[in-house]
């Protein structure tokens, strides 16, 4: 019974059997109770909680919080790789529209098209609902980058704004040791100082 | 259901929140079948690892498959603090002995005294069974060796060999990035060279 849980951890992303052995050891040793609410609150979350039928994120009901608000701005949608992507933006506190997730990016050698990542469903959505502005939050990896530009080609037919998130230095980052595409990025996307 | 496993997993050690979400996110897009795997190996092991009632270490029988063996030498008794280290000295091969684990070092501080490591048992164990040397194998801490020292002294009134593990350089360790207190003690347990 030790040996199959230690084996249960290491499903977890990251997590060797030494991570694993401490992990089973403290809840054993420490933590029984944790141990068991753990268990208890994994059964829960892997039977009930679903996909948002509108944005695709995690979500245990129908709609998520997003898609069911009526205060959030309905004409922007954001288009993020994964549903913690959105919890990233949503602390930064300054966007007010609704999200579209992908759930990954294109990768045809793994198999995952437009129809894996709901692109389907993201182009009916600006076929039929108000929206005005649509951003491309994917990373800004290769794979990012492509699937952003997949999108952007495929949202032109539409007559809505198409934008890109920023990218360059981070805040409180240094010059010195930014790499060469971040400040090509950074100077190549440079604004007027006023 | 997504926050509370959030929570739930923040119980481990080391999890804090970014990477509670990680695990969350895995397991519900990528893997839900090895989440409920993990929560049954959870409840099983909970409910049904104890402590081996002579050497104290974590197990699902009463006696432990070292203690229950007949092929270990009885003679011989490796002190050491959690279950783990047992692992780890198991795959070193060299011991063929049994073992007692403290579950942890001596802090009166925290409420840590003889008792709660059954410093008690280990004295009737070497009151009662034909024990020839006790080799105590707690950590290189200010902690691991008061306790090592406690164990000493209380053993000293029986008739039995009295060893502490070796300290000095790791093997395949630089002596220039070693320490100073490591260095300090290779040096003063310098051993005939032949």
Same mark, same amino acid.
């Given at each position: 019974m030790i040996e199959p849980l230690n084996k249960a951890f290491c499903a977890l992303p990251g997590v060797g059997s030494k991570t694993a052995q401490r992990f089973v050891y403290h809840l054993l040793e420490r933590n029984r109770e944790g141990g068991m609410n753990l268990a208890k609150a994994l059964v829960d979350a892997m039977e009930h909680v679903k996909h948002c039928t509108s944005c695709r994120t995690l979500s245990e009901k129908i709609l998520c919080h997003i898609c069911a608000s009526e205060v959030r701005d309905a004409s922007q949608l954001c288009v993020v790789e994964i549903p913690t992507d959105i919890h990233a933006i949503e602390q930064s506190g300054v966007y007010k529209g609704k999200y579209f997730? &992908?759930?990954?990016?294109?990768?045809?050698? %793994?198999?995952?098209?437009?129809? @894996?990542?709901?692109?389907?469903?993201?182009?009916?959505?600006?076929t039929n609902q108000n929206i005005k502005e649509i951003i491309l939050a994917t990373n800004a990896t290769a794979e990012g980058e492509v699937t952003a530009h997949y999108i952007g080609?495929?949202?032109?037919?539409?007559?809505?704004?198409?934008?890109?998130?920023? *990218?360059?230095?981070?805040?409180?980052? @240094?010059? @010195?040791?930014? %790499?060469?595409?971040?400040?090509? *990025?950074? &100077?190549?996307?440079?604004?007027?100082?006023?």
């Open positions: 997730v &992908l759930s990954g990016y294109l990768s045809p050698i %793994d198999g995952i098209g437009a129809s @894996e990542l709901g692109l389907d469903k993201l182009e009916q959505k600006l080609s495929m949202a032109k037919q539409f007559d809505i704004q198409i934008t890109r998130i920023a *990218h360059g230095i981070p805040i409180g980052g @240094e010059l @010195e040791y930014a %790499d060469i595409n971040t400040i090509a *990025h950074a &100077l190549s996307g440079r604004k007027k100082y006023d």
